[in-house]
């Protein structure tokens, strides 16, 4: 690993539309930084962090996300009023001198490209060029750098803003990945200068400095889906929609049979393991992990373990919950739970509880988890059955061998063998229907 990283993030982002820094916006769950600094944490040991706009709120995030990894991570505080611009980005204060690093190599990542892979990312090292540019084509180029190629060589790179229409044309693209000759940058960055429409230091002139003083740079052409830029909600979206992609593909190599694949949903941190099948429309988030199990349609799942069971369809488990042996039907909610060998068929609440082997439960039954203040268990031993419609009231014991009659409010602890009910007794009387409705008929 002898390459120094560098990634570009102090932008101000205003083409997100948002008070949340672009480069903290999410694509599956994960903020876009935080994919940038997970690829290059991969080549190298020596990662240099460019900020300016919220720059405490985005490192607080990185220290946050990569604690065993901040020796190898390094802040720098762009002096945007100076010297705003991607070349800017790499100044120090004084005399446009480079921000120190430890490699004679040097990778440069813009910050919003958040589908960036290891493997394109190493084909920008270990070559002799001084200067490589990433490099991609598009039908619709519009955002984008144009790049001129003559002979296999960059001549140029013209800012959107910058361009004539012939030059608007052009299709062939900045990717916004340069690997960079530490002496050339030291030697040309002070020469940069921001005699353009945005009265910007453009990373991008140093290409053309380069030319002028007859250095070749070698265009690397990669692959559009890894190196698309997001700067707009509809761009942070198209991303997401090739990391989905990817996470589907992944998951189905894996061995899951994934039912109408576009319209899952998954993040990077979610697992399968053994022989798994999911339905159309569901939701799976968080850190969760799922094996050998059957996801029925539409079901949502955040941060919890299943395992061997089916779940859904509609069913929504969230976070902290253990799931084994079990069947869990339409329109249940889990949360903080674990459930072993038990079915909860229809339409249920059921947070902070243990359910032990063989019980099972009925329809409409509720944990009362909160009481207004604070959050309290159910525990529910083995082998009990609740019938349908009735209420746990919480902090609650249920031993094993236990059987509730449906529509009970259960308030006190049950022993094992007991059969629980809390009901009003039914009475019927004769004729009610006709006197309620037509009190003249005798
Ligand atoms: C940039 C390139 C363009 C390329 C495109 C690829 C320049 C001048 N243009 O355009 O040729 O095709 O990326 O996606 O580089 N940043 C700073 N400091 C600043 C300004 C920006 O650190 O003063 C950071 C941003 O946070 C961002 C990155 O640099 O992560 C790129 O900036 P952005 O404004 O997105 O550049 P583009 O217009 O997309
Ligand atoms: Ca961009």
């Known amino acids: 690993m002898s390459v120094s990283v560098i990634i570009l993030a102090a932008g101000a982002g205003t083409r997100m539309r948002s008070s949340l820094p672009k480069v903290l916006h999410k694509i599956c769950g994960q903020e876009m930084l935080s994919y940038s600094v997970q690829e290059a944490l991969k080549i190298s040991e020596d990662i240099h962090i460019i900020l300016f706009f919220q720059h405490e709120k985005i490192r607080q995030h990185i220290e946050c996300s990569f604690q065993d990894h901040l020796h190898k991570i390094f802040f720098h505080i762009q002096n945007h009023s100076k010297y705003p611009g991607t070349?800017?980005?790499?100044?120090?204060?004084?005399?446009?001198?480079?921000?120190?690093?430890?490699?004679?190599?040097?990778?440069?990542?813009?910050?919003d490209m958040p589908l960036i892979t290891k493997e394109e990312l190493e084909r920008f090292i270990g070559f002799k060029n001084p200067v490589a540019l990433g490099v991609f084509e598009l039908e619709n180029p519009t955002g984008y750098g144009r790049v001129i190629i003559k002979d296999n060589q960059v001549k140029q790179i013209i800012e959107e803003k910058d361009a004539t229409p012939p030059i608007k044309a052009i299709r062939t693209l900045n990717a916004g990945v340069?690997?960079?000759?530490?002496?050339?940058?030291?030697?040309?960055?002070?020469?940069?200068?921001n005699t353009n429409?945005?009265?910007?230091?453009?990373?991008?002139?140093?290409?053309?400095?380069?030319?002028?003083?007859?250095?070749?740079?070698?265009p690397i052409f990669v692959n559009p889906k890894n190196f698309m830029g997001v700067n707009s909600k509809s761009e942070l979206s198209k991303a997401q929609d090739i990391m989905l992609e990817r996470l589907r593909n992944k998951a189905m190599d894996q061995g899951v049979i994934i039912h109408l694949p576009q319209t899952l949903y998954l993040e990077p941190s979610v697992t399968f393991e053994g022989e798994c099948e999911i339905q159309p429309g569901v939701c799976i988030s968080g850190k969760t992990k799922i094996i050998n199990s059957l996801i029925k349609a539409y079901s949502v799942i955040e941060?919890?373990?299943?395992?061997?069971?089916?779940?859904?369809?509609?069913?929504?488990?969230r976070p902290g919950c253990e799931i084994s042996q079990s069947h869990i039907g339409n329109?249940?909610?889990l949360k903080a739970s674990k459930i072993k060998g038990a079915k909860a068929g229809h339409l249920s609440y059921l947070g902070d509880c243990e359910i032990g082997e063989g019980s099972n439960i009925g329809a409409g039954v509720i944990?009362?988890?909160?009481?207004?203040?604070a959050k309290h268990k159910t525990l529910i031993g083995k082998n009990v059955f609740i019938g349908s419609d009735t209420q746990l009231v919480a902090p609650l014991e249920i031993e094993s061998n236990v059987l509730i009659g449906s529509g009970t409010t259960m308030?006190?602890?049950?022993?094992?063998?007991?059969?629980?009910?809390?009901?009003?007794?039914?009475?019927?009387?004769?004729?009610?229907?006709?006197?309620?409705?037509?009190?003249?008929k005798k």
């Not at 340069?178 to 200068?193: M, N, Q």
């Open 87 to 111: 070349g800017g980005a790499l100044m120090q204060n004084e005399q446009q001198k480079l921000i120190p690093l430890k490699h004679d190599q040097i990778l440069i990542l813009n910050g």
């Open 178 to 193: 340069y690997a960079f000759d530490k002496k050339f940058l030291e030697t040309y960055l002070p020469k940069l200068t």
């Open 197 to 218: 429409a945005q009265k910007e230091y453009y990373l991008t002139d140093l290409i053309d400095l380069a030319t002028k003083n007859k250095l070749e740079i070698l």
């Open 303 to 317: 941060s919890s373990v299943i395992e061997h069971s089916d779940i859904g369809p509609m069913a929504h488990i």
């Open 331 to 333: 329109f249940v909610e």
């Open 367 to 373: 944990t009362c988890n909160y009481d207004g203040k």
């Open 411 to 440: 308030t006190k602890n049950a022993k094992e063998g007991d059969l629980v009910i809390s009901r009003v007794r039914q009475e019927n009387k004769n004729g009610g229907f006709y006197r309620f409705f037509n009190p003249n």
